[in-house]
């Protein structure tokens, strides 16, 4: 659409305008009334997206920037290219196995067009031949006239091979649907304008499968910043990374955060200073496990780390 075209309710003004006008005359000359124009309903303008790009600081730019550019090629499409088969020939243009459309469960809605943005691209893990990178978008689809808002968050694996960096699997998110009723601590942390939390998130709090540990830890650490959280429940591998031990996340039991007071955890203009002092809050909220890019002493025995995967997040888990 050309950015200088009218807005939808000019678009039906001036229609109207010029169907009264050429019905005025067509009956120059006759007693005949003029027809009446009803404009149709202008279908909704979709959001403006920008394309997903890593910024300084990353360990593996090329891992997610492979992962994010399949999600977008799948999740985003304008009119009369939505579908599967419309999917494939967008991955296959990526040099991706077209198959993996068949994974991408909620990333391909029913719709005329879509949009996505991508929110964060975080590690779910990072070795030295395979990664996890857990992609988080917010997305709209149009159907008709209806605008749609939704987002999920995806946990694409990854492989290094000789040319670079291949998808091998798509894990989207599944939150489960809303509970009947949530804990108080719940309701507050979805309602705190200073948290910000991206879709998959917040239908995990709204699922009631996360524990209010989690969420109290939110609210306490919202009273002194500004926290924009990655992932809490959904969307997260089950287990640690490159381990059979379970993680606390599929669990309710931890949430991690990639921006604080606006700043991105992983860019090295970041304070280090504003992480460290953020990662203890976190421990003294009750977490037993902070993970995070910046190595802490102190604590008890374990309760904080850093390592690649938690370059660019901090992580904060919970024994219940």
Not at 108 to 118: G, K, M, N, R
Not at 132 to 160: E, F, K, M, N
Not at 192 to 218: E, F, K, N, Y
């Amino acid at each position: 659409m050309s950015r200088h075209a009218p807005p939808p309710g000019r678009r039906a003004v001036l229609a109207a305008l010029a169907g009264a006008a050429l019905g005025a005359a067509g009956c120059s000359g006759t007693t005949a009334p003029a027809a009446r124009v009803t404009p149709s309903p202008a279908a909704p303008e979709l959001p403006h997206t920008t394309p997903w790009r890593p910024g300084p600081g990353e360990v593996e730019p090329a891992a997610k920037r492979r992962a994010v550019r399949l999600v977008e090629a799948i999740g985003a499409w304008p009119t009369g290219h939505g579908g599967p088969a419309a999917a494939r020939s967008r991955v296959s243009a990526l040099g991706l196995p077209p198959a993996l459309v068949g994974q991408a469960g909620p990333l391909l809605p029913p719709a005329d067009q879509a949009a996505l943005q991508v929110v964060f691209a975080q590690y779910g893990g990072i070795l030295s031949r395979s990664a996890s990178v857990l992609v988080v978008c917010r997305q709209w689809a149009r159907r008709g006239a209806a605008l749609t808002p939704g987002g999920t968050t995806v946990d694409v694996r990854l492989s290094r091979g000789p040319h670079g960096w291949t998808v091998d699997a798509l894990r989207p998110a599944h939150p489960g649907p809303p509970a009947r009723s949530l804990p108080p601590d719940t309701r507050a942390a979805l309602s705190d304008d200073r948290i910000t939390l991206p879709p998959a998130a917040v239908a995990d709090l709204l699922s009631g499968r996360v524990h209010t540990s989690v969420t109290r830890a939110m609210r306490a650490l919202a009273r002194t910043y500004r926290i924009g959280v990655s992932v809490v429940r959904s969307g997260h591998p089950l287990d640690v990374f490159g381990t059979d031990r379970p993680s606390d996340h599929p669990r309710g039991r931890a949430f991690d955060v990639w921006r604080v007071d606006g700043h991105p955890v992983v860019d090295p203009a970041t304070s280090r200073t504003l992480i460290e002092r953020f990662m203890r809050d976190a421990a003294a909220a009750g977490s037993y496990n902070v993970g995070g890019p910046v190595p802490l002493s102190g604590g008890a025995a374990g309760q904080f780390f850093s390592d690649a995967t938690h370059h660019d997040h901090v992580h904060i888990g919970f024994r219940a």
